[in-house]
T-cell receptor, first 113, second 115 residues
Framework: QKEVEQNSGPLSVPEGAIASLNCTYS??????FFWYRQYSGKSPELIMS????GDKEDGRFTAQLNKASQYVSLLIRDSQPSDSATYLC?????????????FGAGTRLAVHP | NAGVMQNPRHLVRRRGQEARLRCSPM?????VYWYRQLPEEGLKFMVY????????ESGMPKERFSAEFPKEGPSILRIQQVVRGDSAAYFC?????????????FGPGTRLLVL
């Protein structure tokens, strides 16, 4: 089982809709979770971090964490074509005495006008 | 506050040559991470360094690859005798601290093409 799993997509949503991106992880001890956005040919850009159960909102983005289910999601409200990118879920796991960031393979989001 | 800097942004090498990739972390950051990303794939951890120390190199191939983060100057990822399979985007990230709320910030990457 991969440590961090995401549906590769593409996830296609119409402009203005809510895009829902999901991620599961295997390490029950993980405490920190991140969502990065990566446009084609560019570097990953941090858009959200979440550390406790529940929802965390930042503008059009909402991160949701459920540690009991080992599940973290990202909701994008009022999706725009400029949101079209690959979204990477990353989980901080304890490995060899220090914390290591493990990435999922990413979900491609396509927002069509 | 300048972000993470990487150079060169693009590097073309012929098989058998050496590739040197440089990374300057954000000001105040002492932790550097290197990742490799193959086309249409996710980020794969390669190595984690602090100043003058390699903390974890478990993701780095045992042969031909080496990394350093000297007391002065940028971190260097060195690939000797490159092969076509080394063609990828190499990203460096830095963080100010290591801990349960560590956040990594990425540089623009170096895209290596081996002919």
């Amino acid at each position: 089982q991969k440590e961090v799993e995401q549906n590769s997509g593409p996830l296609s949503v119409p402009e203005g809709a809510i895009a829902s991106l999901n991620c599961t992880y295997s390490d029950r001890g993980s405490q920190s979770f991140f969502w990065y956005r990566q446009y084609s040919g560019k570097s990953p850009e941090l858009i959200m971090s979440i550390y406790s159960n529940g929802d965390k909102e930042d503008g059009r983005f909402t991160a949701q964490l459920n540690k009991a289910s080992q599940y973290v999601s990202l909701l994008i409200r009022d999706s725009q074509p400029s949101d079209s990118a690959t979204y990477l879920c990353a989980v901080l796991v304890l490995s060899g005495g220090y914390n290591k960031l493990i990435f999922g393979a990413g979900t491609r989001l396509a927002v069509h006008p | 506050n300048a972000g993470v800097m990487q150079n060169p942004r693009h590097l073309v090498r012929r098989r058998g040559q050496e590739a040197r990739l440089r990374c300057s972390p954000m000001k105040g950051h002492s932790h550097v991470y290197w990742y490799r990303q193959l086309p249409e794939e996710g980020l794969k951890f390669m190595v984690y360094l602090q100043k003058e120390n390699i903390i974890d190199e478990s993701g780095m191939p045992k042969e031909r690859f080496s990394a350093e983060f000297p007391k002065e100057g940028p971190s260097i990822l060195r690939i000797q005798q490159v092969v076509r399979g080394d063609s990828a985007a190499y990203f460096c990230a830095s963080s100010p601290l290591a801990g349960s709320q560590e956040t990594q910030y990425f540089g623009p990457g170096t895209r290596l093409l081996v002919l």
